[in-house]
């Protein structure tokens, strides 16, 4: 019996070891496959060296944190296991739960050690940013007004300090704690006749532990100190009154205490006597609660509450100063806007450029006007937002909104969706689509200055093919060797209705799949067998994948935060994404802290997701990157936007050579930068309080503003109107600019009451320039324009309540929303011309079939107390301007598919039917009086009277489509 069953134990266990075997031989399979398939991606884009010093980085760091935090603890256990007193076996619990631990003793001794120190090395590899700024820290050339330090100190060096001195406190207290528990239940450390016992050696080693601890409680407090200049308390960011009064100085005491505590513990080490120790640990702790919390909280109610504002000025003006300056706000220009509300004809007339550029084509409504008539097939699609952009049209620099058709795997029927076709087959997108911002066709669609398949407009000849871009497909096999072309390049009319053309990839966009290894890697990667076994795939076959024009620029730039809208632009006969980058930091001192998500969603837009933003905790922030993806081959370029910049600079000493300078950079790419929206959105936050420069208005926060909510947003919304480009000259400026705007109400916690009425319209200069390798001398420049207090002006919640309330635009848009079609306002526009503001809202109608797309139908128009609601842009600027505006709207040559006009004002209103036909006029007076006899058969419910006049509206409407 025996003898059976020690084969059969043996078997088991060369059974195990073979399934361990197994497993472990698995993982080094797919963790080679990570591994190896991450070189290639960056060795393809010639930064083997980034991924290489993050790599490294993050593994000196994992070793030295686990050594660092593992080291002690072993050391700990085995100076206790090596000085334990010989055990003598006692009565009672302990002695059962001795003898139950004392066998596991020499595993835990090696075991806890090694779990503590993968956790501390899990830590330590996490800090990989804050160490390589540390070791590559540069001078800001500021410094800051309590210790007088250059802020490079805050922004670089302290954040490692600190947590070297917490990471070490951890480490020292783990210790501390479980050599007190070993040595508890090892005996070193016991309870006799009510008295506490001590080995002489674990007396030795408690002391010191403790001494040590002390220590680095005096470094905690003493680095602690710097760190009350980026705290965030409950009137502003960083050290107020009390702080540098009351808490700076007890801070001081607390360190010389903590010291002479740790000396106090050297003594017991040596002379084995603890009074010393426990007085010393007593007036340490005395100390921290009588001057750490008492005094500052007796100094902040007694001393400073009452007097506030004036106590707090010169700490307020010091946050005010550095905010202004680590936002980027420093240079704003504010000019007093008197603004006008008296509507005189030619009131335009000094504005005619602006005027022509305003854009009434909604960049968040088009695009499903655009996949109707520009997707061609099911497998491509457009973004759910277009882009604005400029080109240079003729001599005439034209805004444009414009997008990339990419493709859309979901788009093919289920039976198409094979591995072939989806990774083979359907590999790229094809061409860009650009519209007028200011035009549009006599039906109400856009009109393009580039489209089609294959392209064709005012764009040029330019490499159409995308590979990359914002919905790419996960990865795709292309190029290859021989002469048969299997990617599907786009559908040709001219081979009949199925006719298709095929292309062969010929860029450098991947890694090869040159031999069978590389191929088996990247199938375990992609959990597909079909890369190795395919014979589509041969040797010279590329792999493309991590395709997103902000994830390949993240990768390649770890430190960058992403701004949440790269944008794609025809340049120098490519299509180029570009990308902003950011470098932030939360060690500015002074500077408000934000939360990097909330300042750039306010307007609803789009923000970066949390694997493209380098931090969420910010108080510093520059737009410092500039970079490109191109969009055929993938490459990515990092250009120096900002040199100056103190992060960058650090940066640039980690990852040298990534980075290009401005020369580099051509014409025709500078005159596609613009100003980057995520930080304009940050800004803006911002300066609805930081436009106040003094401390005591600052306080009483008596002219704090807001960014009004998005009008088409619901009541209870809490999304903030979104910035828009625009080509405009403002009242201080001599020419028109391509330009990133908002508007300001004032801020009112209670947005019921709130006053929505306009205070002041933010605006950033977008032209980069025309030349180059040459930043435009203008570009980034921030103009104020502040609005008096004694002019109302109404804001954008209350202009579109006016436009839908409005008795003649009212009636005109219910006849729109009649039978199958619905009414959708676009971007209401703010713009400071005329020596006023002028409000512009392009109005579209979507019919509810099942092919619908909106169709910019109708333009609404507001100057002061005047509305117009016409059928094109110039035609309502001259209703509202006395019947001449003094200048041409870009719209101004449209013929316009429907003739109903209103203007209404304080003059009341007029109907305005010179372009329209009697038979349309009939029949639209015709279906407002219907309108109004179904109302009221509503309300006497007489659904007879209401049946009867329901089919006479729904006549009248027949009447007036068969008539327009």
């Given at each position: 019996?025996?003898?059976n069953?020690?084969?059969?134990s ?7 070891t ?14 080679a ?6 070189i290639?991606?960056y060795?393809q884009?010639?930064?083997t ?6 790599w490294?980085?993050t ?7 686990f050594?660092?935090f593992g080291g ?12 334990r ?17 004392d ?13 503590l ?10 800090q990989w940013k ?13 410094t ?21 001195v ?19 239940v ?23 532990t ?6 680095l ?8 100190r710097?760190?009350?200049?980026t705290?965030t308390?409950?009137?502003m960011t ?6 540098v ?7 001081a005491?607390?360190?010389?205490a ?5 000396l ?15 007085i010393?640990?007593?007036?340490l ?6 001057l750490?919390?008492?005094?500052p ?20 003006a010091?946050n ?11 240079g704003v ?9 008296d509507?005189?004809?030619g009131a335009?007339?000094?504005?005619a ?11 968040s409504i088009?695009?499903?006007t ?9 497998y491509y ?6 882009n ?8 005439t620099s034209q805004d444009?909104?414009?997008?990339v ?8 029927n ?11 087959v ?17 039906d109400?669609?856009?009109k ?23 919905n ?11 002469s048969?072309?299997r ?9 009949g209705e ?5 292309t ?18 990247y199938s ?14 041969s040797?010279?076959?590329?792999i493309?994948?991590d ?7 993240k ?6 935060t ?9 340049v ?21 802290m934000?939360?990097?998500a ?36 993938g490459k990515?370029?990092l ?6 910049d103190p ?10 050579s ?10 025709e790419l ?10 304009f ?21 008596q002219?704090?503003?807001q960014?009004?909510?998005?009008p088409?947003?619901s009541s209870d ?8 480009y ?18 300001y ?7 019921q ?15 980069a ?16 324009l ?6 109302t ?9 006016q ?22 306002p676009?971007?209401l526009?703010t713009?400071?011309v ?8 392009p109005?579209y ?21 005047k ?9 309502a ?5 006395g ?5 041409d709207a ?9 003739s ?25 007076q015709r ?12 309300q ?10 329901d089919?006479q509206l ?7 489509v068969?008539?327009?």
């Open positions: 019996m025996s003898e069953r020690a084969p059969r043996r078997a088991r266990r060369i059974g195990l073979l399934i361990i075997a197994i497993v472990v031989l698995c993982a080094l399979i797919f963790a496959s990570s591994i190896v398939t991450e290639l991606w060795r884009l010639g930064a060296r980034v991924l290489l010093t993050q490294g980085a593994a000196a760091l994992f070793a030295i944190g050594v660092g002690p603890v072993w050391l700990t256990l085995w100076i206790e296991a090596r000085t007193p010989m055990y003598v076996r006692t009565a009672g619990a302990l002695d059962r739960y001795q003898q139950l631990i066998p596991l003793r020499r595993v835990a001794r090696w075991l806890l050690p090694v779990l120190g993968i956790i501390g090395g899990a830590i330590a590899s996490g804050t160490v390589l700024l540390w070791a590559h820290s540069t001078r800001v050339g500021r800051d007004p309590v210790f007088h330090l250059d802020l490079g100190f805050y922004m670089f060096r302290l954040p490692f300090w600190s947590g070297v917490s990471f070490a406190g951890a480490v020292v207290l783990v210790s501390g704690i479980l050599l007190l528990i070993v040595a508890y090892g005996g070193s450390l016991r309870i006799e006749s009510g008295r506490l016992r001590i080995a002489k050696a674990m007396r030795v080693q408690l002391a010191v403790a001494g040590v601890y002390a220590l409680l005096a470094g905690r407090i003493w680095i602690g710097y760190q009350t200049l705290d308390g409950s009137l960083g050290a107020g009154y009390t702080i009064n009351a808490v700076l100085p007890a801070a005491i607390l360190t010389v903590a010291v002479l505590a740790a106090a513990f050297a003594y017991t080490a040596f002379s084995g006597k603890w009074r010393l120790s426990l010393a640990t007593g007036v702790a005395v100390s921290a609660l009588l750490g919390v008492v005094y909280w007796g100094v902040q109610q007694f001393q400073v509450k009452p007097s506030e504002r004036s106590m707090e000025s010169t700490y307020l010091r005010i100063k550095a905010t202004r300056q680590a936002y980027g706000l420093t220009k504010t000019v007093s806007y008197n603004a006008s509300t509507a005189k004809a335009l007339r000094q504005d450029d602006t005027t022509a550029q305003i854009r009434i084509v909604d960049p088009v695009s499903d655009v996949r109707q008539l520009q997707q061609y097939k099911q699609s457009f973004g759910e937002e277009f604005v952009d400029r080109y240079q049209v003729g001599n444009t909104v414009i997008a058709r990419e493709l859309d795997q979901s788009g093919l289920s039976s198409s969706r094979t591995w072939y076709n989806d990774h083979i359907y590999t790229h997108g094809y061409g860009v689509v650009a519209a007028y911002g200011n035009r549009r066709t006599s109400g669609e856009p393009f200055l580039e489209s089609g398949i294959p392209s064709e407009g005012k764009l040029g000849s330019y490499e159409p093919r995308i590979y990359f871009g914002e790419s497909p996960e990865y795709s096999i292309v190029g290859g060797s021989g048969q072309k990617e599907l390049d786009y559908p040709s009319s001219a081979k199925s006719g298709q053309t095929y062969r990839y010929t860029g450098n966009g991947g890694p090869r799949l040159s031999n069978p290894l590389i191929r088996l890697l375990l990667k992609f959990g597909s067998q079909e890369i190795f076994l395919s014979q589509a795939v040797s010279s076959s590329q493309l994948y395709r997103d024009p902000a994830q390949r620029v990768k390649v730039a770890p430190y960058l992403i701004d949440s809208d790269p944008y794609p632009a025809v120098d006969g490519r299509v180029q994404w570009i990308v902003d980058g950011y470098t932030t930091s939360d060690a500015y001192p002074y500077s408000k934000e939360s990097y909330d300042v750039t969603s306010a307007s609803g837009s789009r923000s970066s997701s949390s694997d493209l933003v380098s931090q969420d905790n910010i108080n510093y922030i520059r737009n410092s990157v500039k970079a490109t993806v191109d969009a055929y081959t990515v370029t250009y120096a936007w900002d040199a100056k992060v960058l600079r650090a940066w640039r000493s980690v990852f040298p990534t980075l290009k300078p401005i020369s580099a950079m051509s014409a500078i005159q596609h930068v613009r100003y980057p929206s995520d930080l959105r940050a800004q803006r936050e911002i300066l609805g309080t930081y436009h106040v420069t003094d401390p005591g208005s600052f306080y009483s926060l002219d704090a503003w960014v009004p909510k998005d088409q947003a919304s809490e999304v903030r109107q979104a910035p828009y625009l080509t405009m000259r403002l009242p201080s400026q001599n020419t028109s600019h391509f330009q990133l705007y908002t508007t109400i004032p801020a009112n916690n209670d947005e009451n709130s006053r929505n009425v306009l205070t002041g319209y933010l605006a950033a200069n977008s032209d320039g025309r030349r180059a390798g040459v930043k435009g001398s203008d570009y980034g420049k921030l103009t104020l502040r609005l008096p207090s004694d002019t002006v109404p804001g954008p919640g209350q202009m579109q309540n436009f839908d309330s409005d008795e003649a635009v009212s009636t005109q848009l219910n006849l729109l929303r009649q039978g199958k079609t619905k009414v959708e676009g971007n526009l713009l400071p005329g020596g006023g503001l002028l409000y512009v809202q109005v109608v979507r019919s509810s079939g099942e092919t619908s797309f909106p169709l910019l139908r109708k333009v609404l128009v507001s100057f002061g107390d509305i117009a609601f016409e059928d094109t842009l110039d035609e600027l001259n209703s509202v301007f019947g001449d505006s003094g200048a870009g719209d101004s040559g449209t013929t316009a598919s429907t109903q006009s209103t203007q209404t004002g304080s003059s009341g209103t007029q109907s305005q039917g010179s372009a329209e036909s009697s038979a349309l006029k009939d029949a639209l279906a407002q009086q219907a309108l109004q006899d179904r109302k009221k058969a509503l006497d419910a007489d659904w007879t009277a209401y049946g009867q006049a089919a729904q006549k009248a409407l027949e009447d007036a068969a008539a327009e």
